[in-house]
């Protein structure tokens, strides 16, 4: 079995060595797509991954799917029977996995691996020649569930931290791309949702809102319309209109039942709004939907999850929510639970548990 990487790169040699280095020594082959690289982004790729680096030229047209449909392509012209998938500002780190072992075991076309955070899992192994295709000019989507894919259990993929320059200038440029997408592609909730994770990050709260809304009303995928319904409360609840927040949450658990985190938040919401008793009701239901005593595990989902939501946060809420009420007792056995939750998802995760608690306590 021949495995590649595939990375596509223009002016990126601040970043390209790490990314190359992090699966240079276990594939046969790194295939670079160069966009029309003018630095030494070619050059140090070339220093890192030797005999190993194959480049390919491909005129960029803004378009990241028709880039990544190429680099796949070149991935199997190259030789390569499953490819990986590693753009410049990220790592793939195998955390121990016998990746080999799994490729040659697979039963699907695909493999997703799960970015750091836990938040979110991508399509990144691809049996070749690919049997799909990227679609969309940013935030490119690949059909992996419904032609068929296993998840890794230890592998994961790691961002490089962008400044906030950096991250202004890539949400600007997805506000001007999206908006002239949809123009061609009204009816494709995708779209909107993406519109509204770049307006929301530009800081332009009511104009996301309005974008989640439209994703959420399309009702094309549950998942995706139930997450827009979060995505709206969070933006609601940085205004402070913690009902209008608590409304998003439920009517993105009309949609999608399972979504535990649209709980949460409610709770949370309600809690920030003075009601606490209604905040106590919330977090019991998510406490029901969640990975700490719940049946969260149970839950089908491919994309968007808050780990905090659905392990220690329920019962962060329920702490304060009871001690606002006066009942410091059952507060105290809440705020015992949010400990256990705690090491619970660092087991389940591998994580660092007094640094996760640290940094979600905080983030509360």
């Known amino acids: 079995m021949r495995l590649v990487s595939v990375t596509m790169t223009g002016n990126n040699e601040a970043t390209i060595g790490e990314a190359i280095a992090s699966v240079a020594a276990w594939v046969d082959a790194v295939v670079l797509v160069d ?8 050059e140090i790729a070339r220093e890192i991954a030797g005999d190993k680096l194959v480049v390919r030229r491909f005129k960029w047209i803004n378009d990241f799917a028709a880039g990544r449909n190429f680099a796949l392509k070149a991935g199997h012209e190259a ?11 990220e790592t793939i780190d195998l955390r121990g996995e016998d990746i080999r072992g799994e490729l040659e075991r697979a039963r699907k076309p695909h493999f997703m691996i799960a970015h750091e955070s836990g938040t979110y899992t991508q399509p990144r192994f691809f049996k070749l020649p690919a049997i799909g295709k990227f679609d969309g000019p940013t935030h490119e989507a690949y059909p992996a569930d419904s032609l068929g894919a296993d998840r890794l259990t230890r592998c994961i993929f790691c961002d490089k931290p962008k400044t906030p320059e950096q991250l202004k200038e890539k949400f600007t440029r997805d506000v001007r791309i999206l908006r002239a997408h949809i123009l061609k592609r009204p009816k494709e909730a995708r779209w909107h949702y993406y519109l509204g994770d770049a307006l929301e990050n530009l800081g332009q709260y009511r104009d996301a809102i309005k974008s989640f809304k439209t994703c959420a009303d399309m009702r094309v995928w549950d998942e995706e319309s139930a997450w827009a319904c979060y995505r709206m409360a969070q933006c609601w609840g940085t205004l402070k209109e913690w009902k209008y927040a608590v409304d998003a949450c439920a009517k993105g658990l009309a949609i999608h039942p399972g979504i535990g985190e649209l709980a949460w938040l409610a709770g ?12 106590v009701y919330w977090s019991r239901i998510a406490i029901s ?18 780990p905090f939501g659905l392990w220690e946060g329920p019962y962060n809420v329920l702490h304060h929510a009871l001690r606002a009420l006066g009942n410091e007792r059952e507060a105290m056995q809440a705020d015992q639970l949010r400990l256990k939750a705690i090491l619970a998802r660092a087991q389940a995760t591998q994580a660092r548990p007094l640094v996760v608690a640290a940094a979600e306590v905080k983030a509360s």
Not at 270 to 279: D, L, M, S, Y
């Open 268 to 279: 949370w919401s309600a809690f920030k709004a003075g009601q606490h008793q209604q905040a």
């Open 289 to 306: 939907l969640g990975l700490f005593r719940g049946c969260g595990a149970d839950v089908k989902r491919i994309l968007f999850r808050n």
């Open 35 to 42: 966009t029309g690289a003018t630095d030494r982004s070619v």
């Open 79 to 89: 030789g390569g029977e499953w490819a990986v998938m590693v753009d410049t500002d």
